[in-house]
């Protein structure tokens, strides 16, 4: 009885060793991989990421230029964003704040026109080319 009344009144003044969490967020640590977020207007759609991830949690729509995201099954490993050959992808060093429901991310992107394309394109826009005016021809 005296050994547990004498914990109760020495946990009353020393500091705690745990936090409020999630009122109270440790600092970052560098290089923790933490929340994935996709940079939308960089990404190609090119579904490298959705191959590659390990937990399955991403969906690449190709035609119609959608990225879907689960973060609740996410391992948040870093895969993804080592391959990403756009560099679109990131990670922040917070984790993915608590929340009461699940949610699933959904980002609308453009697609982007191939090289080809953008140079036909250009060379429609382009004006005809004028034929420089010189001596007329004499018979
Ligand atoms: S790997 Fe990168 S560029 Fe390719 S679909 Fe995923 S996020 Fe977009
Ligand atoms: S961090 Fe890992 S688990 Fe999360 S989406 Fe990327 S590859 Fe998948």
Known sequence: MFKMTH???RNLVVRKSTRRYPFEVREAFDKVRGELVNDIVRCIFCGSCEVRCPSQCIQVDRK???WNYDPFACVFCGVC???CPAKSLSQKTQYLRSVDKRILISMQGELKKKSREKDKEAEKDKPAPVEPEGPAATG
């Open 7 to 9: 914990n109760i009144l």
């Open 81 to 83: 964003v080592d391959i």
């Open 64 to 66: 119609a230029a959608v």
